[in-house]
């Protein structure tokens, strides 16, 4: 497939300043009547031909300022409507009718049918599946759209912007118009048509503007948006208060859809989601749910400014709106919740799925240099580590120079199509800081490490830090540069408190933030008569690997003690892995795992420590899972021996803490009607934690039946539920919950989704039957990207010792499903397919057969350029 270089773009040699769309609905035969008006660009432009993209288009007619164009005028490819004869004039007026079959799109890229309802989806190159056209994100344009269907099939017509016109046609039809007033790309288009119920609300912007609400649902779930309106609102609020954002239309509606590829897109004024971001109540949802609820609503509506009104250049500046926006949705979810936990949580989910990729065969800068399928490039490296980036911007400058960049960001570059450059020169232009070296985290892939050494002198009252940074070769990437790390740091002295210092020397410091910027540095404070404990990387200042020579009592001194509240979860985190993968060394030995005691009481007495937030107890004693584990251990791995020794230490600690954990489950119990703010859900989440534990430990499920028959919200149920699965796979008492989950819920498939989700991480070899028999369940369909998910992304993502069958059936099963999936949605195959990035780290009998079944894959027929793209960078 074809190659696209960042260094090869050029501005486009046309514009479309206004852009007529006319949409009668069908839904095998859907006509598009697309009016341009296009226009030479100035710089460019010299006699060149129109080249307009299109993809799987049937073409009607094609007219320039109202001549019909004869078929000598144009060639038509697959992917390309190329126009020759065009007028000399700067400006002219291009028609073109298309016709397209929504009902037979089962990519779910442009115009299709889910559930009976007409939605699309663009970007990235969806629009030139609707109609032909310059479908890159530099090219802007004022849109009028003009929809057409039938009355009773489609009684609600949504497209972007604000309505203008809407009546009755003959035949049962209707039609309404809708304006957009400021200029946008075509992949920020959206059209929805159907039949569904709505919850209306109001907003009242900070300069009096009303703006009307809606979110567009199948009818009868009304209620459960009511969460979704209420987190949209308080993001509309928050980005007024935070970043002085204000919404532009009159109209912001919200529309879900239950086929989608993605969570959500951030069409202007008309977002549309995939329901499981915006369906809840107590009795579907759980605190998860609600919790990315809250986030993704955000996320979506601050695209609005970061996206919408300032948008990328092009492809490769993807970055720029998403790290940017996840930036923004964090700092939303941090102050509506606990910024602690959130902050743990976020790190959780970068080190989850971002370092593998950063370490692996898919790695890239998070501002990627080449592609060759724009898909494969909506990577955790482009949202999470590209979010880390601009709170690292916002550590280097402080807090003020931050707000003063993004608002210089917000004047010089509304309306604009910008890039990562113009976006780092708004904060060198209020910091006057230099900024070139900070520029790398943008432009070169893979995680740093960071080494430390801290020698003490009581003596002289002096410490010594010796710092080295080092970086990985990635693929094509085989000699980095040095990285400007700003790493927050304390000197813990014995009771807690930090000490300061007389001098430092040797890096610069400011503000307990150490700026790393040469390969090494000897950093020595004086005025330190006591030998202090290090904590590093506080708040996860950088996403950096970090290796520190330190005595576990150390780290558990910090796991008590250090004042911030992120480094003494990872001091704990640490020291869990740590004692895992010892375990799991034991194991594989053919001996018995073995803890230290020091671990086990420090567990029980972070569980009982009514200092700390519930859900950072939660947090704390959630295990790393065991692909974390396998991350440290980095090769040769066996994912027997891993779930094996971590098994052993959960139940080591339910033992070793029994009598209390059991105490403090009875006293959580929740109290009063359900509620799902941030601190009734760690109420639940501390104490579903506990009842892992106890279940792990005493080997019987008569606590978790009896959570599942007693509960009262979906948190409860499907924890009590997947501790049946994942501690008691054997017992009838899991059986049966299963039947009644199933029998409970089976019409409603969001809660189904769980029921699936839960049975294929249900770890062990075995689970592989279970799963290949769920495949074959009547309510699996490869038609939904959320079932697809919820059973084989889940069992190939997060069940490891399913998946990594040393017999290979877990990879032979995986490829024939991965295959059948990408004849209807390559863009959901090429996703399921980078559940293999790792295989490399592998002990040598599953890494051989992991390389087969990749093999597999890329040899099969017609293979698409998503999926081909994903398993050659995979194998390379
Ligand atoms: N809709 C996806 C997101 O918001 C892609 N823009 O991240
Ligand atoms: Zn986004």
Wanted: aromatic content about 8%; hydrophobic content about 40%.
């Amino acid at each position: 497939g074809q190659v696209f270089k960042l260094e090869d773009y050029r501005p486009s040699n046309f514009l479309i300043p206004k852009t007529k769309l006319s949409f009668r609905l069908d839904p095998d035969r859907t006509t598009v009547v697309s009016e341009l008006t296009v226009e030479r660009n100035a710089e460019t432009s010299d006699g060149t031909p129109l080249v307009l993209d299109g993809d799987g288009l049937t073409l009607v007619e094609l007219e320039i300022d109202g001549e019909k164009v004869g078929p000598n005028a144009y060639d038509l490819t697959p992917e390309k409507l190329t126009v020759h004869a065009l007028p000399k004039r700067k400006s002219f007026r291009l028609k073109v009718t298309t016709e397209i079959s929504p009902s037979t799109n089962t990519a779910l890229m442009g115009l299709y049918r889910s559930n009976g309802v007409y939605c699309t989806q663009c970007e990235a190159e969806g629009f030139r599946r609707i109609t032909y056209f310059l479908d890159r994100p530099d090219v802007l344009s004022v849109y009028t759209v003009r929809i057409e269907a039938d009355r009773k099939d489609a009684p609600l017509l949504l497209s972007n912007g604000n309505p203008s016109d809407a009546g009755e046609l003959d035949g049962g039809r209707h039609y309404a118009v809708w304006e957009d007033p400021f200029p946008k790309p075509s992949y920020l288009f959206a059209l929805v048509a159907g039949d569904l119920g709505v919850l209306e609300d109001r907003f009242t912007t900070m300069s009096g503007r009303e703006v009307a609400l809606g979110i567009y649902v199948e009818h009868g779930k009304e209620p459960r948006a009511t969460y979704a309106m209420d987190a949209l609102k308080r993001s509309m609020k928050w980005d007024e208060e935070v970043f002085g954002r204000e919404y532009d239309l009159d109209v912001f509606n919200i529309v879900a859809v239950s086929d989608f590829n993605m969570g959500a897109m951030e069409n202007k004024g008309l977002n549309v989601f995939n329901d499981k971001y915006v369906l809840a109540d107590e009795e579907t949802a759980t605190d998860a749910d609600f919790a990315n609820i809250e986030a993704i609503i955000a996320h979506e509506y601050f695209h609005n400014w970061t996206g919408n009104r300032i948008t990328c250049r092009d492809w490769f500046q993807l970055c720029l709106k998403e790290g940017l926006t996840v930036y923004r949705d964090h700092e939303f979810s941090a102050d509506q919740r606990s910024r602690a936990v959130k902050r743990i949580a976020e790190v959780r989910t970068l080190k989850a799925h971002q370092f593998p990729e950063d370490q692996g065969p898919l790695a890239h800068p998070v501002r990627p240099r080449r592609y060759r399928e724009i898909n494969n490039f909506y990577t955790a490296t482009v949202y999470e580590k590209g979010s880390e980036i601009v709170r690292m911007i916002r550590t280097v400058l402080g807090r003020e120079k931050f707000r003063e960049g993004m608002d210089l960001y917000f004047e010089r570059h509304d309306g604009d199509a910008a890039t990562i450059e113009d976006f780092l020169r708004v904060f060198e232009d209020v910091s006057q800081k230099d900024l070139s070296q900070f520029a790398l985290w943008y432009h070169q892939a893979g995680t740093p490490n960071v080494t430390v050494k801290a020698s003490h002198d009581a003596q002289r009252a002096e410490l010594v830090l010796d710092v080295e940074q080092s970086s990985p070769p990635t693929p094509g990437e085989s000699r980095k540069r040095l990285m400007h790390i700003p790493l927050a740091f304390g000197l813990v002295g014995p009771s807690g408190e930090d000490f300061t210092w007389d001098t430092a020397e040797g890096a610069s410091i400011e503000n307990s933030i150490l700026h790393i910027r040469k390969r090494k540095h000897s950093i020595r404070f004086t005025g330190i008569s006591e030998r202090p404990r290090v904590s590093l990387n506080r708040g996860f200042s950088a996403p950096v690997t970090l290796s520190v020579e330190e005595k576990p009592e150390d780290r558990a001194f910090l796991a008590r003690h250090d004042s911030d509240l992120f480094s003494r979860w990872q001091a704990l985190n640490t020291l869990m892995t740590e004692a895992i993968i010892e375990a799991s060394k034991l194991i594989r030995g053919g001996k018995e795992p073995q803890f230290p005691d020091d671990l086990l009481v420090l567990c029980g007495d972070i569980a009982a420590d009514v200092s700390l937030e519930e859900a950072y107890r939660a947090l704390a004693l959630t295990f790393p899972a065991e692909a974390d584990v396998a991350r440290e251990i980095g090769s040769n791995i066996d994912p027997d021996a891993i779930l094996a020794a971590r098994d052993a230490l959960v139940a080591a600690v339910g033992s070793a803490n029994g009598a209390s954990f059991a105490t403090l489950y009875e006293k959580l119990a929740a109290e009063g009607p359900f509620s799902p703010d941030a601190q009734s859900a760690g109420r639940r989440a501390l104490r579903n934690a506990l009842l892992d534990y106890l279940s792990a430990s005493s080997g019987n499920p008569g606590r978790a039946a009896a959570q599942f028959e007693q509960a009262t919200n979906m948190t409860d149920r499907s924890a009590a539920l997947t501790t049946l699965a994942v501690r008691h796979p054997a017992a009838p008492e899991t059986a049966a919950a299963l039947a009644r989950f199933e029998e409970r819920y089976g019409s409603d498939p969001l809660v189904l989704d769980k029921w699936f989700q839960i049975q294929a991480a249900a770890p062990g070899r075995h689970s592989l039957e279970t799963v290949r028999s769920l495949s074959e369940h009547r309510a699996f369909s490869l038609a939904n990207p959320n079932r697809i998910r919820s059973l084989i992304g889940t069992f190939s993502s997060a069940n490891q010792t399913g998946f990594h069958r040393p017999d290979g059936e877990g990879y032979r099963f995986f490829t024939e499903m991965v295959l059948a999936v990408e004849r209807r949605n390559p863009q959901v195959a090429a996703r399921l397919a980078t559940a293999l990035r790792s295989w490399r780290s592998l002990e040598p009998g599953r890494r051989a057969l992991a390389r087969e079944a990749l093999l597999r894959i890329s040899s099969a027929e017609n293979l698409s350029p998503d999926l081909r793209d994903i398993v050659e960078r995979t194998l390379a």
